[in-house]
């Protein structure tokens, strides 16, 4: 039973992993922490795992989006903090792991609320070639150590939550680096799919321990539901996709709070 809830569940994961270049490790972490009774650090550890490769099979159907040269020169620069937030991790207890991860969340949250009420006030539009070219001019004349700081803040919170990076490179390469929401997005997935190797790999040695059947189902579930999720967000516009995203970590924010209060 457990093997089908996990199949089920990931490919709602993945579904949201296609669609907005995020939200597998925020979605993955509380079902395996509070559904499947795993530790928190295990479960962080689980979770990219599942992230990498959902975020692998959407980078495929979104190739064509993805701007490749910032994408790898932003994944290398975050590599450092991926793997230093990876050793921190286990250092930190259980229930302040996730509280300090909620606060990230909500965060990230208002400042995307903002922003889709700006898009919205101005219509927002879908991607076009314009759109493509106007994001790297904008990585373009930013200093490079100013993209390194953003990289390994990226990394480090990648590696520490377990998140894959998502909830936080889509804000950063949008806000910071100026793309668009779609190509944020897009681009966000092969930063994730390097970071959560490299936060997995860091893992190794810290008495993590990964439930194989449970991350095996919840990977096929989310990897089916990622080609689902990439379709959809080819049809949306920019301000749908980042209320959506900014509704969608307010809300799991909200859960992981109240669950870990009452001490489940």
Known sequence: MELLIASLVGIFVGTVVGALGAGGGILAIPFL?????????????ASLFIVGFS??????????????????????LS???????????????????LYSFCVLLVVIAFAMLSKARREQAANGTKVTTTDAH??????????????ALCATATGLLTGFFGIGGGIVIVPILVFALGFTMPLATATSLLVMVITAAVGLLARLGTGIHIDAGIVLFFTAGSMLGSAV?????????????????????????????TLTALGY
């Open 33 to 45: 922490v509070f559904a499947l009774k795993q530790n928190p650090h295990d479960a962080a550890a």
């Open 55 to 76: 975020s692998l099979v959407s980078l495929f159907l979104r190739r064509r989006q993805v701007q490749w040269q910032q994408g790898f020169l932003f994944a290398v």
């Open 79 to 97: 590599i450092v903090g991926a793997v230093a937030g990876a050793r921190l991790n286990v250092l930190v207890q259980p229930q302040y792991l």
């Open 134 to 147: 106007a994001a790297t001019q904008a990585h373009r004349r930013r200093p490079l150590w100013f993209l």
């Open 229 to 257: 999720g990439s379709k959809i967000t080819r049809k949306a516009r920019n301000s749908t996709l980042t209320l959506a995203f900014a509704i969608l970590l307010l809300g799991v924010a909200g859960a992981t709070v």
